[in-house]
C-alpha cells in the first residue's frame, strides 16, 4: 500500500487544503486517514483526527498567515488498512507547493517561529523553517491566479459544478462483482454504479468552473441512440482529477465522466484544470448517482 499526497490547495491566508490518494490496495475494507503538520520535515502533529471516507482535509491555521515570508508548512499523511496499525504506511512529506521534502534528522537545528494552537487531539505547538526564497512569490502569484480565475467563474462566466469523485478501494461490491474473474458482471448496479466499490463515488465537492457548451450530439448506449450535451470544460486546480470521476451540472442535471487533461500552472503548480469529457446518456448507471449525499 502507497499513499501519495496529490495536491495542496490554498484558498485563503489561514486555510490549506490537501488531498491525497491510495495506490497498490490489496485488502478491502474501511481505511483510516490522519494529516500531520509540521513546520519542518520532523516533528509532526496530527491536525485532523481520524478521518474515514474522504480523500481531503481543510486544514484550519487558527491565525497563522501563510503567506508570511519567514515561515513554511509541511505535511504528510498517515494511512492505516483495515488489518489495523501494525501495517501503517506513511506518505513523503510535501511544502506548500506540493514539493516533497526530505526528512530532517534529529541532530539538526529546527529553527525558526514556534506557534501553539488548539487542535482536535489537544494543542499544538508547530516550529516553523524559514522558506525558501523564492516560495513565498511562488505561493502569492499562485493565490492571485486563483483569485482571479475564481471572480471570473463567480461573477462574470462561470458557475457551481459538482465533483464526484471515483472510489477506488473500500468494500467490493457484492452485487456485481465476480471476485473470481475480478470483473463487474452488472452495468446498471445501483450498489457501487459500475465502479465495483461499493457506494461508487465519494460525497459531491463543490467547486467553480466553466461549461463550453456545443451542440448536442447523438451517442450510442446500451439501449440504442440517444441526444447526449457536447462541449469542453474549465475548472478550478482543487481537487484534483482521476480517470473516472464524475462532474454534475447541478441546474440542468448534465453529466461527465472525466479524465485528467491539461493544466495551467505556475512553476509546475497547477491552478486551472481542462479535463476530457464525456457526456453521460441519460440512460447510464452515472444519472442514478445522488448528488445530495
Known amino acids: 500500500m502507497i499513499v501519495r499526497i496529490d495536491h495542496v490547495y490554498i484558498p485563503d ?14 485488502e478491502q475494507g474501511e481505511y483510516s486517514f490522519m494529516v500531520e503538520r509540521s513546520g519542518s520535515p ?56 506540493g514539493t516533497p521534502r526530505p ?44 483569485r482571479q480565475a475564481m471572480i471570473y467563474f463567480k461573477h462574470l462566466d462561470g458557475q457551481e459544478l459538482l465533483l464526484l469523485k471515483r472510489r477506488h478501494y473500500g468494500w467490493r461490491c457484492t452485487d456485481c462483482f465476480d471476485p473470481l474473474t475480478k470483473t463487474i458482471v452488472r452495468s446498471n448496479c445501483t450498489t457501487c454504479y459500475g465502479t465495483s466499490w461499493q457506494g ?50 447541478p441546474f440542468n442535471n448534465e453529466r461527465w465522466l472525466l479524465e485528467p487533461g491539461s493544466d495551467s500552472r505556475i512553476r509546475g503548480i497547477p491552478y486551472l484544470q481542462y479535463p476530457k469529457a464525456s457526456a453521460v446518456a441519460r440512460s447510464d448507471i452515472e444519472f442514478d448517482i445522488p448528488t445530495t449525499r
Not at 491565525?63 to 489495523?84: C, E, F, T
Not at 488548539?118 to 508547530?126: C, N
Not at 463550453?212 to 440504442?224: A, D, M, S, V, Y
Open 103 to 146: 526528512a530532517i534528522t534529529d541532530s539538526e537545528p529546527v529553527v525558526g517561529l514556534t506557534v501553539v494552537q488548539d487542535g482536535p487531539t489537544g494543542s499544538v505547538s508547530t516550529p516553523f523553517l524559514p522558506r525558501p526564497k523564492d516560495g513565498r512569490r511562488r505561493v502569492l502569484v499562485g493565490r492571485a491566479i486563483q
Open 200 to 249: 461508487g463515488y465519494y460525497a459531491p465537492y463543490t467547486l467553480w468552473g466553466k461549461v463550453f457548451r456545443q451542440p448536442p450530439r447523438t451517442i450510442r448506449t446500451n439501449t440504442g441512440k440517444e441526444t447526449a450535451a457536447g462541449g469542453g470544460l474549465i475548472i478550478m486546480g482543487f481537487p484534483r482529477i482521476t480517470e473516472g470521476d464524475l462532474l454534475v451540472d
Open 42 to 97: 520532523s516533528e509532526w502533529e496530527s491536525v485532523s483526527g481520524i478521518l474515514r471516507d474522504t480523500y481531503y482535509y481543510e486544514d484550519d491555521l487558527a491565525g497563522i498567515n501563510v503567506y508570511s515570508l519567514d515561515r513554511d508548512l509541511y505535511y504528510r499523511i498517515r494511512a492505516v488498512p483495515p488489518s489495523g496499525e501494525d501495517n501503517e504506511v506513511y506518505s513523503d512529506s510535501v511544502d506548500l507547493r
Open 13 to 26: 491566508s489561514t486555510h490549506v487544503m490537501v488531498q491525497w490518494s491510495l495506490e497498490s490496495v490489496s
